[in-house]
């Protein structure tokens, strides 16, 4: 495997948080702050991860930790979500997940396009039509930090 990234999850404030909260670092870079260095125009800085414990719609939490828990293969996972709301009807970034032999691979990343329409008929609609930013490389994680860091979010 080449080059393999580091992925935390720490507490941190962030741009419209004034609380710490579990942030999503990479290389030592918060992930807003990654995406907003490489599309500043697209109002990316600020967006928090999708935690659990802050998504009030049920069936939303559980899409997600449903995509986090996934056995498949691949599938794509709500990273971000807008800090005004805790939804998965605003601003979502999602990561196309591959699992690969001791390695957790983020193919690309991209703003979800779901409609308000499409979510109403089930947050299964995530990641079904998503604009992805391709300036952002691929990035690989080994899965024993993946996972006991992101499951401060998601369990």
Known sequence: MGLVNKIEVVPMKS???K??????????????????????????LGMI??????????????CIKGRYNSISKEVVLPVLMCPDDCDLLCTVIVANVVKA????????VGIDMSTREDMLLGCER???KV?????????????????????????
Not at 28 to 38: E, F, K, R, S, V
């Open 15 to 17: 741009e419209y948080c």
């Open 19 to 44: 609380v710490e909260h579990h942030t999503i670092v990479i290389d030592g870079t918060p992930l807003d702050l990654l995406l907003h260095n490489y599309y500043p125009s697209n109002n990316l």
């Open 49 to 62: 991860p999708t935690i659990i414990d802050w998504v009030y719609d049920p069936k939303e939490k559980e």
């Open 101 to 108: 032999d001791g390695y957790i691979i983020w193919k690309k």
């Open 126 to 128: 995530i990641g079904s």
């Open 131 to 155: 604009d992805w930013l391709d300036r952002i490389s691929p990035m690989t994680f080994e899965e024993a930090q993946y996972s006991s860091h992101l499951s401060k979010i998601y369990d």
